[in-house]
C-alpha cells in the first residue's frame, strides 16, 4: 500500500476537503475509498471517505468546449485529477469522534489502513453476522450486530434486479448459523427452497402437505371486511354481533358454528323455530333480540358470503399453532404465491398479530392466551404492499400490526424486515422505525428522495450514490453497523430462487 497518494488542495472545511492524487497513484484512489490526513493542531489521522473523483485539464478550461467541437485537438498535457472527501472523525474509545480542527491544504493523503478499518467496524463475531467485504477491499470483512439488525428492525431497499432477496438469503443465512427463528412471508415462493445444513426449513401454503391455518375466534371485525369485500353495513353489523355471541358461548369456534348460528337466527326469523342443533346453545332471547334488527335477505347475503370464506379451507378453529411456526434454529416460509391479496393481508396480519401478542404475554407475564417463549425475526417482502405509504380506496389489513410491531416489537422479541422495490411505497412510519438500512441500486429519484427524508442514517451523499451502485453491492447504514459502508455482498450457501429467466435460451431451446 502506499504512503501516501497526495496532498491536500483549496479550501478544507470539518466537513469536507480535496486533495489532487499524485501521478501513478490514480489506481488506489476511488469511490467509497478510505483516506487518512492529519489534523491541523492535534496531527491526529483523520479519517475520511472519497465521494467524488473530477479530472480538470488546466490547459482545456470548460470555456474551450465551444472550440474543441470544431477540432480534432486534444491534449493530455496539464490533466490532475482531484477527490472530494468526506470527513468521518478521528479514531476514539467509542468509535469515532467529529475533529474540532480542519486539514491543512497541503497535507499529505494517504490510504487507510486496513487495521484502523477492521477496529472501527469490529463487532462481536459470537453474535453479528457475515454479509460481505468492502466494495473497495476484499480484505476486510463486513460484520453487522444481529442483536441490533433484530431488535431495531432493518430495511432491504433495491431496484428489480439489483438484489435484495439474494441480500436476504444471506442475512437469513447467517441467523440459521446462530441457531435463530426466522419467519418470511413469502408472496413469489422465492424462499422455499433455502436450506442451511444443520437447521430446519419449513414451508407453509395455502395447499400442500404444510398448510397455514388461521384460528378463526382470532379474527377482528376488519379482518371480515376486508376477506369479504361485498359485505353491506347491515351485514356487517350483523357479523359483529353474531361474532360477538359466539365468543361467549364457545371458548373457540370456527366458520361452522357461525353459520350454524346465522342458520338459527335464520330459522327464528322465518318460522319461529329451528331444527339446528346449534339452537340450544343459545338462550332464545338473545337469538330473538337479533331477529328484530335485521331482515331475512341479509342473513341469507352474509351466509352466502362467510360460506364462500369457508369453502378457502384457510380458517378453522385452531389455526396453525405458533410453535410451530417459531422454533429455533428453523426457518419458517410463508408461501403465499397461491394465495389472492387479501388472504395474504389476512394471513400476515393474523400471524403477526398472534406472534406479537404472544411475545408480549410471555415477557409481561400476564393476560390469556398462548405464550412464546422464542423471539423470532419477521421479514416482509413485497413490503410496500403489506405497508403501504397510503391505502387509495381499501383497508390495507397488515399495515396497522406491522407499524405496531415496528414501535413496540424491541421490547417483546420481536424483529422485522422490511424489503421493498418500491420505498416510495412504504409506510414512512414503519420505513423510519428501521434503524438499520441494506440498500442497493435504486434509480428512481422519488424512491431515492423518500428514503432521505424517511431515515434520518441516509445522509444526501448515500443517496447519490445509489444510482451507482453495481448489481450485489449495497451501501449498509444504521445502528447494526458502526461505520456506513459500501459493501460487497458475500456469495450465498444456500439454493437460489426467483432468478431471472433467461427468455431467449428458453426460446432456441424450444423452437428445436
Known sequence: MPDDVGQVIGTTTLRLFRFVIKEGKENFVKRDEFVIVPEAVT????????????????????????????????????????????????????????????????????????????????????????????????????????????????????????GKSYTVGVLIEELLEKKGSVIVFDPHGEYKELKMPGSETKVFG??????????????????????????????????????????????????????????????????GNSQNGAAEVFPPEIIKSV??????????????????LERMGVF????????????PNQLSVINLSEA??????????????????????????????????????????????????????RLILSRSILRKIAREGRKFGVGLCMVSQRPGKLDSDVLSQCNTQIIMKIMNPSDQEYIRQSVETVTEDIVRDLPSLSRGEAIVVGSAINLPVATKIRERKTKVGGGDIDFVEIWREKSK
Open 206 to 271: 395455502v395447499d400442500g402437505d404444510l398448510k397455514i391455518r388461521v384460528e378463526v375466534s382470532t379474527l377482528t371485525s376488519s379482518d371480515y371486511a376486508n376477506l369479504i369485500p361485498d359485505i353491506t353495513a347491515t351485514q356487517r353489523d350483523l357479523l359483529d354481533e353474531i361474532v360477538s355471541i359466539a365468543s361467549r358461548f364457545y371458548d373457540k369456534y370456527d366458520l361452522k358454528n357461525v353459520l350454524d348460528l346465522l342458520s338459527v337466527v335464520y330459522d327464528m326469523k322465518n318460522t
Open 43 to 162: 496531527g491526529r489521522d483523520v479519517l475520511g471517505v472519497v465521494k467524488e473523483i473530477m479530472i480538470s485539464n488546466e490547459l482545456l478550461p470548460d470555456e474551450f468546449g465551444r472550440d474543441l467541437r470544431l477540432t480534432d485537438m486534444v491534449l493530455s498535457e496539464g490533466e490532475y485529477p482531484i477527490a472530494t472527501v468526506k470527513v468521518l472523525g478521528y479514531e476514539a474509545e467509542d468509535g469515532l469522534e467529529t475533529p474540532r480542527h480542519g486539514v491543512y491544504p497541503g497535507a499529505k493523503v494517504s490510504l487507510a489502513p486496513d487495521e484502523l478499518i477492521k477496529r472501527l467496524l469490529q463487532q462481536d463475531l459470537s453474535k453479528a453476522a457475515h454479509i460481505g467485504s468492502l466494495s473497495t477491499r476484499d480484505s476486510i470483512p463486513v460484520h453487522i450486530s444481529i442483536n441490533e439488525l433484530i431488535s431495531r428492525h432493518c430495511a432491504v431497499l433495491a431496484m428489480t434486479g439489483a
Open 340 to 393: 389472492d391479496e387479501r388472504i395474504s393481508e389476512t394471513i400476515i396480519a393474523a400471524t403477526t398479530r398472534n406472534i406479537f401478542d404472544a411475545r408480549k404475554r410471555f415477557v409481561k407475564d400476564e393476560g390469556d392466551g398462548p405464550r412464546l417463549e422464542i423471539p423470532t425475526f419477521i421479514v416482509i417482502e413485497e413490503a410496500h404492499n403489506f405497508a403501504p405509504r397510503s391505502m387509495d380506496e
Open 316 to 327: 378453522n378453529v385452531d389455526g396453525t399453532s405458533l410453535d410451530v411456526i417459531v422454533a
Open 291 to 308: 331477529t328484530k334488527k335485521v331482515s331475512l335477505s341479509t342473513i341469507g347475503a352474509l351466509m352466502r358470503r362467510l360460506r364462500r
